[in-house]
């Protein structure tokens, strides 16, 4: 089955550094990748997604990049700010009509001002 | 509105006590709603998915159970809480794309 797992699981960096979080994926089938970011207390909130067909998307001061040759995906953030700070998820939805995404187990990333 | 309520928002509950916690999402009808669980310090492990009224699809052996009574409506379930059931519990939909919006959660803690 599909297993997505993160290289680290703290990302510590200094406000206004830029920030990279990396995941990778198992299943060459995934369709469809997506980053969440969770502050502490809430539920996860959609941050930005990448077709399998695309290998990099930017949005906001965010830029997901992704390699299917090696199954690996990151998040880049620009000039971190304090505000960034949570933890941040990837997902990876294969083919099919049930949707059902594979999670990641996250990465903390703080920001020290 | 994509808006997911859920309560309540917190609740401390004694092993083997019952269990109700219930979603409620705004917005298209029909859609695709999830019952996920966060341990602390941990992933997302999805328990039950839902396409309709009545449709559950449960995703790992448990003591929970998930029911769908009305569209919008989403509500987990357990007749005998054990200590391994606390934690964070999410309640999701599919968007028109794939991905989810999730509701605030409910923070679940077993004595």
């Known amino acids: 089955g599909e297993s997505v797992g993160l290289h680290l699981p703290t990302l510590s960096v200094q406000e206004g550094d830029n920030s990279i979080i990396n995941c990778a994926y198992s299943?060459?089938?995934?369709?469809?990748f997506i980053w969440y970011k969770q502050e502490s207390g809430k539920g996860p909130q959609f941050i930005i997604d990448?077709?399998?067909?695309?290998d990099k998307r930017q949005g906001q001061r965010v830029t997901v990049l992704l390699n299917k040759t090696v199954k690996h995906l990151s998040l880049q953030i620009a000039a971190t700010q304090p505000g960034d700070s949570a933890v941040y998820f990837c997902?990876?939805?294969?083919?099919?009509?049930?949707?059902?995404?594979?999670f990641g187990r996250g990465t903390s990333l703080i920001v020290h001002p | 509105s994509q808006t997911i309520h859920q309560w309540p928002a917190t609740l401390v509950q004694p092993v083997g006590s019952p269990l109700s916690l219930e979603c409620t999402v705004e917005?298209?009808?029909?859609?695709?709603l999830y019952w996920y669980r966060q341990a602390a310090g941990r992933g997302l492990q999805l328990l039950f998915y839902?396409?309709?009224?009545?449709?559950i699809s449960s995703e790992v052996p448990q003591n929970l159970s998930a029911s769908r009574p009305q569209d919008r409506q989403f509500i987990l379930s357990s007749k005998k809480l054990l200590l391994s059931d606390s934690g964070f519990y999410l309640c999701a939909r599919k968007s028109a794309g794939y991905e989810q919006y999730f509701g605030p959660g409910t923070r679940l803690t077993v004595t």
């Open positions: 997902a990876a939805v294969g083919e099919g009509g049930s949707y059902i995404p594979t």
């Open positions: 299943n060459s089938a995934s369709d469809y």
């Open positions: 839902s396409v309709g009224i009545g449709q």
């Open positions: 917005g298209t009808s029909n859609p695709n």
């Open positions: 990448i077709r399998s067909n695309m």
